[in-house]
């Protein structure tokens, strides 16, 4: 496989016809230095605040629960509304206990930073935000999720190769995802990898609800194209994600943790389908972009 180098740009407010280009020949957008190093540590040092909050025996009670699977799959719903804490899958022994200080046992923190917490929401809704949701062509921009990716030093699990419009489906689509290095994402410790011009082919699967159940139906057995584009981001990086672009990212098998901050974002003119996972409730307050 030959390893391609992405196209990487810098923000000036603008969003210019040459990003516009790189973005609908690749299906991403690197941008660098979009955040700076005080906003970087800032959401950082959140970050970190959530985990310190984090009430990890009440967590290992309710996944200890007999029912595990049914937990963990509440949990997960659950967490379209709130800010829930997932765990790395070594950091956990087969009784649920901690084999990692906390803060080196979190894998993600989601679904509704930006809707929940005032420092990432802030940032969530930024001028620079909405400028780019228009530029990538979101006419009527929403954002659906968020969340903070740690990838923790040695245990960081890897993330399988996807295509985001397989998670929050609207028709037509126009999932794009905004990724954020808030540390240092290199190949060693997993950084992103996509499929450049991959989201000209097809949505291979959709993960749906079905009843009370979660399922993952194949659209398009074909493979999925091969990610030959490494996406290293130094800290305050932006990336952004095109709905049908197959990417993944590594186990980080390095000393260094890799936080990023991923928002997801749709188009309000489209039909956001009433089977994908995340679902809230209309009473649940959302800010306009
Ligand atoms: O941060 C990662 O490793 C993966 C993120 C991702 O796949 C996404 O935001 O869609």
């Known amino acids: 496989m030959e390893i391609k180098n992405p196209k990487r740009f810098n923000w000036s407010g603008e969003f210019t016809s040459s990003m516009q280009k790189a973005y609908a020949d690749d299906g991403f957008l690197v941008i660098d230095e979009f ?12 970050s970190d605040k959530l985990i310190d909050d984090f009430n990890v025996e009440a967590h290992r009670v309710a996944f200890s629960a007999t ?3 049914h937990a963990a799959s509440e949990y997960f719903n659950k967490s379209a509304t709130d800010i ?11 009784s649920g206990n ?3 200080k906390k803060h080196h046992a979190v894998n993600k923190i989601g679904h509704a930073l930006h809707e929940l917490d005032p420092v990432f929401s802030n940032f969530s809704y930024s001028s620079d935000i909405k400028k780019l949701a228009r530029g990538v062509g979101l006419r009527k921009p929403s954002m659906i999720q968020s969340m903070v990716i740690c990838k923790q030093p040695f245990i960081g699990g890897e993330v399988n190769i996807h295509q985001d419009s397989t998670f929050l489906y609207t028709e037509p689509e126009t999932c794009v995802g905004f990724w954020i290095a808030l540390e240092d994402a290199t190949v060693e410790n997993g950084c992103m990898w996509a499929a450049a011009g991959g989201h000209s082919s097809s949505l291979r699967y959709r ?9 993952m139906i194949t659209l ?12 290293p981001a130094p800290s305050g990086t932006l990336v952004i994600l095109h709905g049908r672009l197959p990417h993944y990212s590594a186990p980080n098998r390095s000393s260094e943790s890799r936080y990023a901050y991923a928002m997801h974002l749709i188009d309000k003119n489209a039909d ?3 089977d994908n996972w995340l679902q809230r409730p209309k009473t649940f307050e959302t800010k306009q972009l």
């Open 35 to 46: 955040v700076t190093t005080s906003v970087c540590e800032k959401l950082l040092k959140q």
């Open 67 to 69: 029912e595990q699977t």
């Open 98 to 100: 901690l084999l990692k």
């Open 207 to 215: 993960f749906r609800k079905n009843g009370e159940e979660m399922e």
């Open 272 to 274: 956001y389908l009433s």
């Open 220 to 231: 398009d057995g074909s493979p999925m194209p091969i990610c030959d584009t490494p996406l």
């Open 84 to 94: 829930s804490f997932f765990l790395e899958e070594e950091a956990v022994d087969g």
